[in-house]
């Protein structure tokens, strides 16, 4: 590495000292988990929203960003993400918000690739839904460290070691509780803090936990427990809490780091209790920012020279400006207006412009911006997905990955003098990762390109923003495969498999080849037949 201007220096001190106090996560759950709630209150604690859970807060988180779109108000659903700040604890808290709905996944996946770390949040009756098990398998492949929370503790559930076990079995993470619920097994009681060995009464307020309640803490060692609890409840805590001493598994910072163990908190969004023990906790322990890799050396936040990665491309969120925003999750160095870098897909040097950012509708400009933070900035359609962007010499950041589609379609134009018009839209739509973009002609498919998505509702979007954006009116002819893997290995073998009635081949905008399957059975059957073949669900771009 070249030799460093002094100011550099300053700089990099400056850009790792402000990285140490931020903190960067997502979380991950299944529709109707409490992710919403959950939010209000973090941000509630924060001091960002004074009065959580008032309608306008709701409105706004339920669909921060989002009523760009006239589908979104339509439907009531949030397609974009944004992030939300908050401070805690002395630490600046990026909150990276994304799409309630689960059909735009896709974008929760890189905005996966954006964050330090996840919270998992549960539904305490309902365990690891199929959302969750998803998105946690993303968080996982990155190895990020992995919060787990478990809500609605005020009504009761699936017991708590029951639930662990499932946890652990069905995503082989493992467990270690700090806090642990405590019931009389009619009612919530309260959360025992493993760590601080104290116990968080459970109060009901009468206000659905719109302010912070005054929590009621005591030593489990405090005589009047068995009072407070009830002598039933108390002891089964203390069984409870000595098997997990026992049996459980212990905390391990490094397993944590490594996302192959996960501590757990009991608690309840909507009535506001068991959260502060949980961004107590989760402060105290999260991850600041770190070296991220870039061609196998590891860029630390204080490099000296900035750089970030685009994680996903927002066209036309101003429906005053027809504008496009590149989502920035900085990496290193220090955001700067006018400064200058690159990009290194391109090779072009431009500078920076302001950066933003977004809280619901309303756009902030930022000052200046850290590692860890993330910022919108205008883009003239010269930024994809996964680019690098930065000051320093041979600084590239793996690629973001794209992951196997589970719906299919051929888009048709009714009009073929709109052909040239519809593949510009299809291009652009899908750099910016509104849906995957594939080409047919191998077999199976018949002719014209194939649009692939995660979730069914990016099809409806794709064709409302060929139609407003690219005035192209595509129909879309569903095709019946529900399943995909890349695929690699020798040409005859690839070409022996393909066809069928069940089986069909096509070709991303890179060139690689994509089977696609009538189901998930008989993906397994094909796999099991073609031992040369090596089959990927995910793929860097
Ligand atoms: P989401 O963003 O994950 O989809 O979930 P959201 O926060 O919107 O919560 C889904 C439902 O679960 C809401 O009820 C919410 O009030 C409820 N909920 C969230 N946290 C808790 C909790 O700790 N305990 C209980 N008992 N319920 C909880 P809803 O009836 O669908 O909506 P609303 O009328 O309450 O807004």
Redesign the pocket.
Known sequence: MGVRAPGMRVRGNEAAREARKRRTFAII????????????KLLLYGGAVHLAGSVKA?RAL?HATSDWMEMERARGISVTSSVLRFEYGGLHINLLDTP?HQDFSEDTYRTLMAADSAVM?L?NRRGIEQQTRKLFRVSHLRRIPIFTFV?????LGVGPLELLDGIEADLGIRCSPVTWPVTDGSGFLGVYDRDEESLHLYEKGTDH?QTRPAEHVTALGDGRVGALLGERARAVLEEEIELLDEAGSAFDRRAFLAGELSPVFF?????N?GVRPFLDWFVAHAPAPGAREAGGRPVEPGSGGLSAFVFKIQANMDPRHRDRIAFLRICSGHYRAGASVRNTRTGRAFRLGPPQQFFAREREAVETAWPGDVVGVLDRGSLRIGDTITSIPDVEFAAIPSFAPEHFARVRVADPLRRKHLDRGLDHLSEEGAVQLFFSGEGGTGPGPVVGAVGLLQFDVLVQRLASEYRVEATLETLPFRDARWVSGPEAEIHRVAGGDDCALVRDRRGRRLFLFRNGWVRERTAERAKQLNFRRVQGK
Not at 30 to 40: N, S
Not at 267 to 271: C, K, Q, R, V
């Open positions: 759950s299944h529709p109707d988990a409490g992710k919403t709630t959950l939010t209000e709701r339920r309630g949040l539904d809500n609605k503790c005020d009504r936990g608690g309840s969004a909507l009535t209790f």
